[in-house]
């Protein structure tokens, strides 16, 4: 799985939109991109996932660039409760361990009144 | 979306003891599960591959006979953390890829161990 470089931490007021980058340039033709976020002492939780268009769903909206070497999660309207550690991972849907993931060390979003 | 569950969600045990930890599938099936481990402030590092009716494959580095784990059935693995020690104290967490067409996977809440 390819691998992603993301910020290690980033502040966003309270009501304002929260974009979170990824770099994944190594990433393949048969791999998604997915997010997930880990708010402290849970387990992770799905967000959203995308292979080359833009996604949006109830939670955030993914952007994914015309090369697939970057991508962008954007939470519209962002609230103390989304204060977590976000991960963006590389996964093909194809490998023969569906479902494993690689973590890298995420971003911390840290939401302020 | 899917739900796993795991038991307990916290533990604490005496050094040498063994834990068991449980992680379900509550409504769908799930051939496969993830075992996860994360030490505080580092993130999510891969143990295992839990497969039913099979071994399971572990990561390198990771002691297969000190984590012992049982895909009893589709809906149910278990992590068992034997002759435990001060430095298994973590986050232990498992996943369960759904059979949707994407593989979201599905993580549970995680089981907290602390060995004294």
């Known amino acids: 799985d390819a691998k992603t470089t993301q910020p290690p931490s980033m502040d966003c007021a309270e009501g304002r939109a929260a974009n979170l980058p990824c770099n994944h340039s190594t990433i393949s033709g048969n791999e998604y991109v997915y997010w997930y976020r880990q708010i402290h002492s849970q387990g992770p939780q799905y967000i959203i996932h995308g292979l080359k268009n833009n996604e949006t769903n109830e939670m955030a909206s993914l952007i994914i660039t015309e090369d697939r070497k970057s991508s962008t999660l954007i939470l519209p309207h962002a609230t103390l409760r989304d204060t977590a550690v976000y991960y963006c991972?590389?996964?093909?849907?194809?490998?023969?361990?569906?479902?494993?993931?690689?973590f890298g060390d995420g971003t911390t979003l840290t939401v302020k009144p | 979306g899917a739900v796993v569950s795991q038991h307990p969600s916290r533990v604490i045990c005496k050094s040498g003891t063994s834990v068991k930890i449980e992680c379900r599938s509550l409504d769908f099936q799930a051939t496969t599960m993830f075992w996860y481990r994360q030490f505080p402030k580092q993130s999510l590092m891969l143990m295992a591959t839990?497969?039913?009716?099979?071994?399971?494959?572990?990561e390198q580095g990771v002691e297969k006979d000190k984590f012992l784990i049982n895909h009893a059935s589709l809906t149910l693995s278990t992590l068992t953390v034997t002759s435990a020690h001060p430095e298994d104290s973590s986050f232990y967490i498992c996943?369960?890829?759904?059979?949707?067409?994407?593989?979201?996977?599905?993580f549970g809440p995680g089981t907290r161990l602390t060995v004294l």
């Open positions: 839990s497969n039913e009716g099979s071994k399971a494959t572990y």
């Open positions: 996943s369960a890829p759904s059979a949707g067409r994407y593989n979201e996977q599905f």
């Open positions: 991972i590389v996964r093909s849907i194809y490998n023969t361990n569906a479902g494993k993931s690689t």
